[in-house]
């Protein structure tokens, strides 16, 4: 059946899948092997040289895996996508796969720290240069790009400062100049389909809203098959020059029967062959089951958070909320451009008193989780400044939009008035 039609509340549960071929059943398995038996040897011989696509061993694919990739890549409008073992993971091969060592790409400054210190520290190990740039001006990216500049790299709903970026603005600066945009979105899916607006690569820590209960870490790479990656052969030689890993491929022309999708089909044939990030069966499983739900949660989410900072906006010890769809200016226009259904589950505030008014909040919660994620269905909240931040200079705490009171919730799928009722009994003891 094909998916093209659908809405992608329906891709959510039936993408990639209508039952198991061997016993009917419709839940779909997980298919807990390393291996796979080769129906002769003539068949074993087209998997390896890739003249046929099928399954090897589980380092590379698993049929589990397989469903996930199909209806993350439904979900998204894109061609293809690679499942791996961690959102860290997706960001890395999204990286390695168009960059060696004297390659740059640019990045923007809003970015989990988790990735900033894989792109400032080792990729700099690696002679990868990241160039981070302001996103405020997409003008940035291009005055950042020279002709060693492989892609550019951002989050859709960077927090803290939860400022929406400006994907098509800078997808048109980079097809112009033939670098392709990779965008994290993994604090907005189904709200953001970055795809649409221009984006190559999208990716996923799959741990945050596609799993959505908190039980596994996962990360995905989706290809949007929308980047013409032998257009600009001279930027891309990993994709456009004979790989002396696999025979000399050209990726590029390798693919050619199977579609647009030099870019995914390298990183699994290669990255993942030689690094190994691979998922497990039982984690691409339960990513599966959690994105069946996730257009319900998403919506709940978005409300329970609308709900909570207009509680926030309200209260008299709080003197900022950060929401993107509280916010003025340019800031409105790129959530209302980006964000559809919702300004996504994460609500930043700032509380009189600073550091200790923050500490006292965390230490007050009862129903909110005290824990530095995001994305799960309970409610959970943190305080950056004596956690996630606290390595940081004051001044570099600021560049990040960190004040020593503020607090971030990642607004669960809870009924929203329990939710506020625990937040204004934790501001009461502030
Ligand atoms: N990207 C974003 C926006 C994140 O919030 C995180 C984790 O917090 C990651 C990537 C890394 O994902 P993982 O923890 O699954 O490796």
């Given amino acids: 059946m094909s998916n093209a039609k659908l809405h992608p509340d329906t891709i959510a549960v039936h993408g990639g899948w209508r039952a198991d071929p061997a016993t009917g059943a419709v839940a779909v398995p997980i298919y807990q092997t390393t291996s796979y038996q080769f129906r002769d040897t003539a068949h074993a011989a087209n998997l390896f040289a890739l003249k046929e696509l099928g399954n090897i061993y589980t ?34 091969y999204a990286i390695l796969n168009l960059c060696s060592a004297g390659d740059n790409f640019v990045a923007s400054t809003d970015l989990y720290g988790g990735t900033w210190n894989l792109f400032a520290n080792t990729f700099k190990q690696l002679g990868i240069e990241a160039r981070f740039v302001d996103p405020a001006d997409p003008e940035n990216f291009a005055r950042a790009t020279d002709d060693k500049t492989r892609c550019y790299y951002a989050e859709t709903l960077p927090n803290p400062k939860l400022e929406v970026f400006p994907i098509a603005e800078v997808a048109k600066i980079g097809r112009k100049l033939g670098v392709p945009l990779i965008m994290d979105n993994t604090s907005a899916p189904l709200i953001c389909r970055p795809l649409e607006h221009g984006a190559a690569i999208v990716m996923y820590s799959t741990t945050k809203y596609l799993g959505g209960h908190g039980t596994s870490i996962g990360g995905a790479v989706i290809d949007g098959g929308n980047f013409d990656w032998e257009a600009n052969a001279k930027r891309f030689p990993l994709l456009n020059q004979p790989d002396p890993s696999y025979h000399g491929a050209v990726w590029v022309e390798a693919v050619k029967p199977l579609g647009p ?150 607004i669960g799928i809870e009924h929203a008035a329990d939710i506020e009722a625990d937040i204004a009994q934790a501001l009461d003891k502030v």
């Fill in 59 to 92: 380092r590379l694919m698993n049929p589990t895996q397989d469903v996930l990739e199909n209806r993350l890549a439904q979900l998204e409008g894109g061609v293809a996508a690679l499942a791996l073992a961690s959102g860290q993971a997706a960001s890395t």
């Fill in 261 to 410: 999708i030099a870019y995914i089909l390298r990183m699994r044939v290669t990255l993942l062959r030689d690094m190994g990030a691979a998922t497990t069966p039982f984690n691409a499983f339960q990513a599966i089951q959690g994105v069946e739900t996730a257009p319900l949660r998403m919506r709940r989410h978005c409300d329970n958070a609308a709900a909570i900072a207009g509680f926030l906006a309200k209260h008299p010890k709080v003197t900022k909320v950060i929401y993107p769809g509280r916010m003025s200016g340019e800031p409105r226009r790129r959530a209302d451009a980006y964000l559809k259904g919702g300004f996504g589950a994460l609500v930043g505030f700032e509380l009189k008193g600073g550091v200790e008014a923050g500490k006292r909040f965390i230490d007050g919660l009862k129903l909110l989780y005290h824990v530095a994620n995001i994305g799960d269905a309970r409610s959970l909240a943190i305080h950056p400044a004596s956690t996630t931040h606290s390595q940081l200079s004051a001044a570099d705490q600021r560049a990040a939009g960190v004040t020593p009171g503020y607090v971030r919730l990642a």
